[in-house]
């Protein structure tokens, strides 16, 4: 309605090609005005949006002057002059009488903000059948641009159509700006209170992108609540310090946002950068002293903060590919597409069709946007309450069973322990002439093992070695999830099935990577709608070179990363793939998606490789402590000069050392490789 140009009942008198203008210092007054009238200019509405282009002297004021005459329709009634908006202070004057003042003028300094102005004219000062003459002073010290929308009509609708324009540019912003504090307010809490949760880092990142996208809304309902603003700053200082702060630290967590929000993680490299892309532009906008400075500066400072995105980006694309984050890409996709969606319809009205009487399309999509996240948080938390509530409802029933229950299964329990022990017996015995020697010796390598089961001689680990004659070709650890039966009977297949395949594998030249992933198809093939899983890493060892070195590639299925000790530099490292990313997957899961990449190195004469399972690592102490990688790694090191044998002793010395007299949670698994020199080796007899 506030768009048509009539109204049912109301007379308007377009004024827009009515204004006139004339550059004057700050200390020219109605009379000196009076004196130049004849040196006023037409305005143009090309000019209307950038009316300090016409500024010769930026220290001057602009003075704009509306000339019309009442129609015989609006003659001895009440009048009003409605301007969409200036977007400055402004005092106005009607036939020499005062009218009224938007803003503040200097010293104290305030923008009219993006109210609309309305004038209602007393009738004594209003001349009905002569011409009327409105003189408008305007402060030049900020952003200066006059609507094209200006008109004569009577004071109730002049009244109607300001309130509705005021309440679309600026009141609306201020009740918006409060509800996203809240909302701020809400997501760093949760942050606070979840954080020990990495997924989390989403919610603290979202809650300072909103509270920082209020300082970039101030500017636009400051003047609806003036006593809010600071008195030590400048309107000026306001547009730099709220709206251009505000604005280029909201996009650099707004892409923080999107790449946690996919559960990716950033590299210090990459936040340093990201750093000094928002530091440089801030700091160049708020050392910019004018307004018109800032106007033809700031959209190159902003292209550059834009760059962040370029971080954000490529993720979004990535999580597209992996069917684990697909759901949470189409959800930031859909999140921020209602803001995409203002940002396009305010470059088409406002640069394209040039009109800038409608409200900004894009902080209405902004507000869309938050309120999408918010119900994407909502949701998880009624997810969360329906599981838990359920949760406690089955709770609930099995406590009112659990007597009847508890006496039925200690009777089947009873009359299956006989068959249990006598079939943990079978499969131990099974597992014993399956598994290799643990004294085996081949050309170039000292090897020890240590392999002790969690339930009596039944494990879920697995070794193996594949060798022809005298040469180590390759080794296999893998640990099948569960214990007890079930998992000593999956090793039993797994082993066959890894057999086959590296063999296979290796006389058609295939990589680790490759082989793992032939693996992968066909335990899930055989294992049928057994629900388990396989963890483990494979290694190859080429032939031994001129110098004695051996090449070795290896492809890791969500195992623990082996330890190198490299006797040059003497220093232990992990084997791993150096994306973490990249590297994903476990065996043995149908429709999960895998990545196994290679990770190739060289290994020379007392270099030491040592592998092993979660159940060495993972163990704790009283104290809850984990045994860790680095225990292992400080141990290898001490003992590097010794022999496989005496340093898989210290090593297993120092791990029972350590948990005491905890029982163990998980079979234990553990290798050592030492290289020696091959033209060194006596065969066996």
Not at 206 to 217: A, Q
Not at 518 to 542: A, C, D, M, P, R
Request: neutral net charge; contains cysteine.
């Amino acid at each position: 309605m506030s768009c048509k140009k009539k109204e049912i009942g109301y007379t308007r008198i377009d004024l827009s090609d009515a204004v006139e203008y004339i550059e004057a210092p700050p200390d020219y007054f109605v009379g000196d005005m009076i004196r130049l009238e004849n040196d006023f200019k037409p305005l143009e509405k090309k000019d209307m949006p950038n009316l300090l282009d016409l500024l010769e002297d930026e220290n001057n004021y602009l003075w704009l002057r509306i000339r019309f005459q009442v129609p015989r329709e609006l003659q001895n009634s009440d009048v009003g002059l409605y301007i969409g908006y200036i977007h400055a202070a402004d005092r106005v004057w009607l036939n020499n009488s005062s009218v009224r003042t938007y803003g503040n003028f200097p010293p104290n300094a305030l923008g009219a903000g993006y109210q609309a102005q309305y004038f209602m004219f007393a009738k004594n000062i209003v001349k009905q059948r002569e011409v009327n003459t409105m003189l408008i002073q305007v402060w030049t010290g900020t952003s200066v641009s006059i609507s094209d929308n200006i008109f004569l009509a009577p004071q109730m609708y002049i009244y109607r159509m300001a309130e509705l324009n005021s309440f679309l540019n600026s009141k609306i912003y201020l009740c918006a700006a409060v509800i996203m504090l809240l909302i701020s307010a809400l997501y760093v809490f949760l942050y606070v209170k979840m954080r020990k949760f990495d997924e989390c880092r989403a919610y603290l990142y979202f809650g300072l992108l909103v509270f920082y996208s209020v300082g970039f809304l101030m500017p636009f309902f400051i003047a609806e609540v003036p006593w809010i603003k600071p008195i030590f700053i400048s309107y000026f200082g306001i547009i730099k310090w709220f709206m251009c702060f505000g604005a280029y630290t909201a996009v650099y967590f707004a892409s923080s946002f999107i790449t946690n929000w996919l559960r990716y993680r950033e590299t210090k490299r990459t936040i340093a950068v990201r750093v000094i892309l928002w530091f440089i532009p801030l700091v160049a906008t708020l050392a910019i002293p004018t307004y018109r400075g800032l106007r033809t500066y700031s959209q190159i400072w902003f292209l550059i903060i834009m760059l962040q995105f370029l971080f954000c980006t490529p993720k979004l694309f990535r999580a597209f590919r992996d069917n684990t984050r697909r759901h949470l890409a189409l959800q930031c996709i859909l999140g921020f597409t209602p803001v995409l969606v203002g940002i396009i319809l305010d470059i088409l009205f406002r640069f394209g069709l040039r009109n800038r009487n409608l409200p900004f399309f894009s902080l209405y999509g902004w507000q869309i946007t938050l309120y999408t996240f918010l119900f994407y948080l909502m949701s998880r938390f009624a997810q969360m309450f329906v599981h838990s509530t359920a949760l406690k409802e089955q709770l609930t029933e099995f406590n009112a069973h659990l007597e009847d229950v508890v006496a039925i299964r200690t009777k089947e329990l009873s009359e299956t322990n006989f068959m249990l022990s006598r079939g943990l017996e079978t499969v131990a015995h099974v597992q014993k002439n399956f598994l290799p020697k643990r004294d085996k010796t081949f050309r170039g390598w000292e090897i020890a093992v240590s392999y002790k089961p969690l339930d009596s001689d039944v494990s879920g680990d697995l070794y193996d070695y594949y060798y022809d004659g005298q040469n180590l070709l390759g080794l296999g650890i893998f640990d099948v999830s569960g214990h007890g039966i079930p998992a000593g009977l999956m090793t039993i297949l797994a082993k066959s099935i890894i057999s086959q395949k590296f063999l296979t594998g290796l006389a058609n030249s295939a990589n680790m990577s490759d082989i793992l992933k032939e693996i992968n198809n066909s335990y899930i093939k055989e294992k049928s709608n057994v629900e388990n899983y396989i963890t483990g890493l494979l290694f190859h060892f080429s032939e031994f070179d001129k110098k004695d070195f051996c090449e070795l590639q290896l492809a890791n299925a969500g195992h623990p990363a082996p330890l190198l000790y490299s006797r040059k530099n003497e220093e232990v490292t992990e084997l791993k793939f150096e994306d973490p990313n990249e590297q994903y997957g476990i065996l043995g899961v149908d429709g999960l998606p895998v990545s196994f990449p290679d990770v190739s190195c060289k290994i020379g004469i007392n270099d030491i490789l040592v592998c092993f399972t979660d159940g060495l690592t993972e163990a704790s102490n009283a104290d809850s402590e984990e045994f860790g990688k680095k225990r292992v790694a400080e141990i290898l090191k001490e003992n590097a000069s010794r022999s496989a044998e005496e340093i898989k002793t210290c090593i297993i010395n120092g791990y029972q050392e350590f948990v005491g007299k905890q029982k163990p949670f998980d079979d234990l698994t553990l290798i050592v490789l030492k290289r020696t020199l091959s033209k060194d080796f006596l065969e066996e007899i």
